[in-house]
C-alpha cells in the first residue's frame, strides 16, 4: 500500500513533472481496486491539508513548484495580513486587505506570490486556498437588531462580525459577551454566520471581562476528569522505593528563593566553598517527570497547555494543584524527589566540573526575595538578621558568585536589558487598587544567574551526548532591523561596532552600558529589543544571541513549561540505560520538532492572554483618573501618535489628531513627529506632561493629550474666504470684511476693485480677490480670463473663484471644503500629470511620487497650491488668507504665491526658471513669472495691484494688465479717486 510519504517524496523529486492521478496511478503500479480507492483517498487527504495542489488541468503537485506558499496567517485589525511560511528560511508574505480570500487571524493557508520586490525584496500575494481554519469559535459582543444580530469579535484581527440569524440567539440579548460557533465563514462580501453556544455575561458584570480573555485564547479553565483522576491518584508523601539510585542530599543547607506569593516552589539552591577555594552551586529542580508519565493523561494534557499561565487575578496552571503545589513543590522541611545540577566553578567563574544526576532534598528555609535583600543589605534588620543567622554566611557567598557569573557573562557578551516590570494589585472582586514596580534586587539576581548557569551546562552536556533534546534558542536578528537600529542610535550619537546581522551581541551590551543611567536608556534599549528577534524551542541547538550562549535550553521550571518536563524524561533515561537504543532514539527525534512547534505556539498565546490582562485592568485603574495629569516619557512614536509611558508603567496614545498646535510628520528614521510651522521635536525618551483624556475597558486602551498645548491660530477657510469675495460689491469691504469686484477686488486699507464701478471702501482687516472669464459678484465683467501666465499652473475651480468665473484649466471636480479633506484626483495640464492630495483645512495639490514636495501650508487660513511632476517644490503659502497657487512642471527651483492679508492667485512658467511669483500684501495678486530660464519676479501689491504678465501666453498675460493699470485703492482718512481702465 502507498504511504504519504512516498507521494511527497516522489513530488519533491527535482526531475518531478505535475501528473495526473491516472499517471500516479501507472508510476506508483498500482493494480488492485482496494490499493487505488486507498490511493485516491490519500491524495485528496493531501490536497485538503495542502502538502499537495491539484491545478485546472487536475495535474498534482506540490505548492511549492507551484508558485504557492504554505503557511499561518497572521492578520492585522486594519485588514491587511502576513503569511508566516511553515519554511522557516523563507521571508513573510504581504496580503493585501482585498486578497485575504475570506481567510482569518490564524489560519493555515496557501498564498500565491503576485509581486517580488527587487533584489530580493518584499514579497506581496493572494489567498489561494484556506487549508486548515483556526478559529470555529468566536467570542464577542453580542449586538441585536430586530430579527437578526451581530457579534463583535474581541479579537479585532478577526476583521468581519459574526452574523446571527434570530433562532440562533439561544437566549442572548444585546449586551451580552457570548462565544459563538462559526457555521459558515466568510465568502466574498458575505459575513461568517453562527450561533450562539455559551452567554458569559453582561459586558459589565464582574468578572466577565477576564473570562472573555480566556475563552478568547481558548485557554482551559479546569482539568479533565480523567486527568483529575490520575494526579488524585499520585501520593502525597515519599515513599522509601522512590529513593533508589537517588543522591541524598537532605543534609545539605538548601533553601529556596521566590516571591511572596508564589506557591509551586521548583527551584531550590546551595552554594559551598571547597577548599581549594573554587564554589559548588548545586541548582535542585522538582523531578516532576517522575509523577507524570509519558503518554498518560496528564502529559497528555499538560502538552496540550504548554505552559502555566499568570494571569493578573488568577493562575491557570499547566499541572493540577494536587502536584504543582503539592508533591512538586519543594515546600520546606519535608523530603522532595529532584533533578539536580551540581558545578564547580573556579575563581573565574569557569564551570571546571559538573554532575547531572536524580537526588532527594529537604530544602531548610522558604527564602523571599525581599528577605534575602534585606539581609544582604548594609544595615539588615535584627530580627531577620536573628532569624536566618546560620544561612547568613550561604547568601554572602550565593551574592558573591553570582557577582562573578554575571561579570563573566558580561564579558563574553550577553545583552542583559534592565527593564522595570510591573504589578497589578487587585481586590477580591478583581478590581485593579494600585500599580506597584517589581524590584530586580540582589536575591533576584542570585536565582537568574544560577538558573542560567544550570540551564547552559545541562544544555552543552547533553548535546555533546547526541541525544534527542530540546533547546532555547535566539537567532540572530534580521539583518535589516538591525540596521536600521544602528541607523537610530546615530540620531543621539551613538555607533555600533560591526555590519548588519554581523554584530556581535557583545557591542549592543557595550552601548547598552554606554547610556546607563543617560535620559536616552529606555528608548535606545526599547529599539534594541524589538529590533531583535524572538526566543523559541528547537529540536537543534543553534545558540542564544541574547546571552551569547552556544547552547542553551530550559531546565530549572518543569512545573510550569512542558519543554522543561521533556527534557528531565530524556535525562531520567540516559541516567538510569546509559545508552538510548535505536527505535527510541528515532521516534524521540521524530517528536522534538513537534514539541518545539507546540511548545512555542503556546508559550506565545499565554503572553499575549497576559499582556491584554495588564492592558485590561490597566485601563480599569485609570477610569476614575480622566482629567488628572502626570508627568511620562514618550515610549512609542508611529504615523498616528505618540504612545507615553507614566511612572506606574501605564501606557497610553496621544493621537495625531488631537496634537492641536500644529501640523506634524512622522519620520520613520529618527523615529519622532517634526511640527511643520513650529518644528517642534516629539521623539522616543522625550519627557511630557500628559492629561488622561480618554479610557475604553472595551478595547483596553488609554487616550491622553498634551498638556499646555496651544491651539492652532483660527483659520480661514477656503471656502469662507471665497465666499467673502463673493458678498463684496463696488463699495469695497465694510471694516473687517473682504471685498470683492466684478473681475478682481480687494479689501484692505480701504476696497478696491478694478472692475468697472468699484470704488475704494472703508478701512478693513483684510481683503480677498476674485478673478474669472465670466461674470463677477459686482456690476461689471472683468476682462481678464483667470488663466495665469503658465497652463500648466491652472489650479482655479469654477466654484473657487467667483460665482460664473471658470479657470482656463480648472480642476476636475472642487471638493474643497472649510476644515475638510480633499481626496486624490488627478488633474493634467498641457500634458503634465499629477495629483492633488488634501489635509484638513488645507486644500493642497502634490505631485508625483518621485518628487521630493511639501504640500501647501496655510497660517490662519487656507492654501492651494498645485505642484508639478519634478524635483523639489513648494507650492503656495498663506498667511490669514487664501492663496492659490502653482508651480511649473520641471526643474525650476520655484516658489508659488505668497499671500499676506489678501489671496494670491499666480502661476510659475515652464523648466528651467528660477523665479518667484506674485506676492500680496494688503491687497490681492494676479499674476505669472517669466519664460524659460528668465530670473523675474512678478508683480507686488500693496492694495490691489494686478501684475503684469510676463509668461509665455503673451495674450493672457495682457488681459490681466488691463485690470493691473488701475490704481484703485481707498485709503484710511483720503479717499482716492477710482481709475477706470
Known amino acids: 500500500m502507498i504511504q504519504r510519504e512516498q507521494i511527497l517524496d516522489y513530488m519533491h523529486d527535482t526531475d518531478y513533472k505535475p501528473m495526473t492521478y491516472q499517471e500516479l496511478e501507472k508510476q506508483f503500479q498500482i493494480t488492485s481496486a482496494q490499493d487505488f480507492k486507498s490511493f485516491l483517498k490519500l491524495l485528496n487527504e493531501l490536497e485538503n491539508e495542502g502538502h499537495i495542489v491539484r491545478s485546472r488541468t487536475e495535474r498534482y503537485g506540490i505548492p511549492e513548484r507551484m508558485n504557492l506558499l504554505r503557511g499561518r496567517l497572521q492578520a492585522h485589525a486594519k485588514g491587511f495580513g502576513f503569511l508566516i511560511p511553515e519554511d522557516r528560511d523563507h521571508p513573510d508574505v504581504y496580503i493585501h486587505a482585498n486578497d485575504m480570500g475570506g481567510a482569518m487571524n490564524g489560519d493555515t493557508i496557501l498564498v500565491r506570490i503576485t509581486t517580488r520586490g527587487a533584489a530580493g525584496g518584499k514579497l506581496e500575494g493572494e489567498v489561494a486556498k484556506v487549508v486548515t481554519r483556526a478559529n470555529t469559535q468566536i467570542v464577542g459582543l453580542f449586538q441585536m437588531n430586530e430579527g437578526y444580530a451581530f457579534v463583535l469579535p474581541d479579537d479585532k484581527r478577526i476583521g468581519r462580525d459574526i452574523f446571527i440569524p434570530k433562532e440562533a440567539f439561544h437566549g442572548a440579548m444585546d449586551g451580552h459577551k457570548v462565544v459563538v460557533n462559526i457555521l459558515s465563514y466568510p465568502e466574498g462580501r458575505a459575513a461568517a454566520e453562527g450561533e450562539v453556544i455559551e452567554i458569559l455575561g453582561h459586558k459589565n458584570d464582574p468578572g466577565v471581562d477576564i473570562i472573555s480573555i480566556i475563552r478568547k485564547h481558548r485557554l482551559p479553565e479546569s482539568f479533565p476528569d480523567e486527568v483529575l483522576e490520575e494526579a488524585t491518584s499520585v501520593p502525597e508523601v515519599i515513599a522509601e522505593s522512590d529513593l533508589v539510585g537517588r543522591r541524598d542530599l537532605r543534609g545539605k543547607r538548601i533553601v529556596t528563593i521566590d516571591g511572596e506569593d508564589a506557591k509551586d516552589l521548583d527551584d531550590a539552591v546551595n552554594v559551598e566553598r571547597l577548599d581549594n577555594g573554587n564554589y559548588v552551586l548545586g541548582v535542585h529542580i522538582a523531578d516532576v517527570s517522575y509523577y507524570v508519565r509519558e503518554g498518560s493523561p496528564l502529559d497528555r494534557e499538560a502538552y496540550n497547555r504548554g505552559c502555566s499561565v499568570y494571569l493578573v ?16 513543590s519543594l515546600n520546606p522541611q519535608v523530603d522532595r524527589l529532584t533533578m539536580s545540577c551540581e558545578m564547580e566553578f573556579d575563581e573565574h567563574a569557569k564551570v571546571v566540573r559538573h554532575d547531572v544526576f536524580t537526588s532527594v532534598i529537604k530544602t531548610s528555609e522558604r527564602m523571599t526575595y525581599t528577605n534575602v535583600r534585606k539581609l544582604l543589605s548594609d544595615e539588615p534588620e535584627a530580627e531577620l538578621l536573628e532569624r536566618y543567622a546560620y544561612l547568613m554566611d550561604d547568601f554572602r557567598l550565593m551574592q558573591e558568585l553570582a557577582g562573578k557569573l554575571r561579570n563573566r557573562r558580561m564579558k563574553r557578551g550577553a545583552i542583559d536589558f534592565d527593564f522595570e516590570e510591573s504589578k497589578i494589585l487587585v481586590d477580591a472582586s478583581g478590581k485593579p487598587t494600585d500599580i506597584v514596580k517589581r524590584e530586580r534586587s540582589v536575591a533576584e539576581q542570585i536565582i537568574e544567574e544560577f538558573m542560567l548557569a544550570a540551564n547552559e551546562t545541562v544544555a552543552e552536556h547533553f548535546h555533546w551526548l547526541k541525544v534527542p533534546f530540546l533547546y532555547r534558542i535566539h537567532e540572530d536578528p534580521d539583518n535589516e532591523k538591525l540596521q536600521h537600529f544602528m541607523e537610530f542610535i546615530t540620531n543621539f550619537g551613538y555607533a555600533v561596532r560591526g555590519r548588519g546581522n554581523t554584530v556581535h551581541p557583545q557591542a549592543l551590551q557595550s552601548l547598552l552600558n554606554e547610556i546607563k543611567g543617560t535620559k536616552e536608556e529606555r ?35 518543569p512545573i510550569r513549561r512542558y519543554p522543561d518536563l521533556i527534557i528531565h524524561r530524556v535525562i531520567r533515561e540516559v541516567l538510569e540505560q546509559g545508552d538510548m537504543q535505536a527505535k527510541r532514539h528515532e521516534y524521540l527525534s521524530s517528536r522534538m520538532e513537534d514539541i518545539a512547534k507546540q511548545s512555542s505556539e503556546r508559550e506565545r498565546v499565554a503572553v499575549d492572554a497576559e499582556r491584554e490582562t495588564e492592558a485590561l485592568k490597566k485601563a480599569e485603574f485609570m477610569m476614575d483618573k480622566v482629567g488628572e495629569e502626570f508627568e511620562g516619557m514618550i515610549s512609542s512614536v508611529t504615523s498616528f501618535g505618540i504612545f507615553v509611558e507614566l511612572d506606574n508603567t501605564v501606557e497610553g496614545l496621544i493621537r495625531l489628531s488631537d496634537m492641536h498646535d ?13 511640527g511643520e510651522r513650529t ?14 483624556a480618554r479610557v475604553s475597558t472595551e478595547e483596553h486602551t488609554i487616550d491622553f493629550e498634551m498638556v499646555d498645548m496651544q491651539p492652532r491660530q483660527k483659520k480661514i477657510g477656503l471656502i469662507d474666504a471665497l465666499k467673502a469675495v463673493r458678498r463684496g460689491d463696488k463699495r469695497g469691504g465694510r471694516r473687517g470684511e473682504a471685498g470683492s469686484g466684478a473681475g478682481s477686488g480687494a479689501g484692505g486699507r480701504g476696497g478696491a476693485g478694478a472692475a468697472k464701478g468699484a470704488r475704494g471702501g472703508k478701512r478693513g482687516k483684510g481683503g480677498a480677490v476674485a478673478s474669472g472669464s ?39 471636480r472642487s471638493g474643497v471644503q472649510d476644515g475638510a479633506s480633499v481626496g486624490d484626483e488627478g488633474i493634467t495640464n498641457d500634458g503634465w500629470s499629477s495629483s492633488k492630495r488634501g489635509a484638513k483645512a488645507l486644500a493642497g495639490l502634490a505631485g508625483d511620487r518621485s518628487s521630493r514636495k511639501r504640500k501647501s501650508k496655510g497660517k490662519s487660513g487656507a492654501a492651494a497650491g498645485l505642484e508639478s511632476v519634478a524635483f523639489g517644490k513648494r507650492s503656495g503659502k498663506g498667511s490669514l488668507g487664501v492663496t492659490l497657487g502653482g508651480t511649473s512642471a520641471a526643474s525650476g527651483r520655484k516658489r508659488g504665491s505668497k499671500g499676506i492679508n489678501g489671496i494670491s492667485l499666480s502661476g510659475e512658467g515652464p523648466a528651467g526658471e528660477s523665479g518667484r511669483s506674485s506676492k500680496g500684501l494688503p491687497g490681492a495678486d494676479i499674476g505669472g513669472s517669466g519664460e524659460a530660464g528668465s530670473r523675474k ?23 490681466l494688465d488691463a485690470a493691473a493699470k488701475g490704481d484703485g485703492g481707498g485709503q484710511p482718512r483720503k479717499r482716492r479717486k477710482q481709475t477706470k481702465k
Open 313 to 328: 487575578d488568577r493562575v491557570i496552571p499547566m499541572l493540577p494543584h494536587r502536584l504543582s503545589n503539592g508533591i512538586c
Open 523 to 557: 528608548v535606545i534599549s526599547t529599539v534594541m529589543l524589538r529590533s531583535m528577534k524572538q526566543a523559541k524551542y528547537d529540536a537543534m541547538s543553534t545558540g542564544h544571541f541574547g546571552l551569547a550562549a552556544e547552547f542553551y535550553s530550559h531546565f530549572t521550571s
Open 662 to 674: 500644529d501640523y506634524y510628520h512622522y519620520h520613520e528614521a529618527q523615529l519622532a513627529l517634526i
Open 679 to 692: 518644528s517642534k521635536v516629539y521623539r522616543l525618551g522625550d519627557e511630557v506632561k500628559v492629561r488622561v
Open 774 to 812: 465670466g461674470k463677477g459678484s459686482g456690476k461689471g465683467k472683468a476682462k481678464a480670463d483667470s488663466s495665469f501666465s503658465s497652463a500648466r499652473a491652472n489650479a482655479v475651480d469654477a466654484r473657487a473663484a467667483s460665482e460664473g468665473a471658470t479657470s482656463s484649466a480648472s480642476l476636475r
Open 937 to 959: 519676479r512678478a508683480s507686488k501689491g500693496s492694495t490691489v495691484a494686478v501684475g503684469k504678465g510676463t509668461g509665455v501666453d503673451a495674450a493672457k498675460a495682457r488681459a
